[in-house]
């Protein structure tokens, strides 16, 4: 069983940054895909980045595309999820997830895609 958990969020100004961080435990941490979703209220989870278990392969929604970057670090067990140039629009909460098992890559836009969530964090951009 993976556990994750989320911090980094807060309240900050639209062009502001931000740095998420994600927390993992579980001894095959290092070989799980990695993912970030946000969900605003009222609205869909929507897909943020993903990173292959080698942090070798990263993956970007159109809208964060520039903005934001994904990282891993497998022997902190850590995920970053570094957001530069915040929109009002980027206010959601954000959650990290990782894929347990064997995955094809285009899966990870995906939630269904993902094991493990994490209990999300609060971003709010302010205009």
């Known amino acids: 069983q993976v556990q994750l958990v989320e911090s980094g969020g807060g309240l900050v100004q639209a062009g502001g940054s931000l740095r998420l961080s994600c927390a993992a435990s579980g001894r095959t941490f290092s070989r799980n895909a990695m993912g970030w979703f946000r969900q605003a209220p009222g609205k869909e989870r929507e897909f943020v980045a993903a990173?292959?278990?080698?942090?070798?392969?990263?993956y970007y929604a159109d809208s964060v595309k520039g903005r934001f970057t994904i990282s891993r670090d497998n022997a902190k067990n850590t995920v970053i999820l570094q957001m530069n140039s915040l929109k009002p629009e980027d206010t959601a909460v954000y959650s990290c997830?990782?894929?347990?098992?064997?995955?094809?890559?285009?899966?990870?836009?995906?939630?269904?895609?993902?094991?493990?969530w994490g209990q999300g964090t609060q971003v709010t951009v302010s205009s």
């Open positions: 990173v292959s278990w080698s942090g070798g392969s990263t």
């Open positions: 997830a990782a894929v347990a098992r064997s995955y094809y890559s285009g899966s990870l836009y995906y939630t269904e895609a993902y094991d493990y």
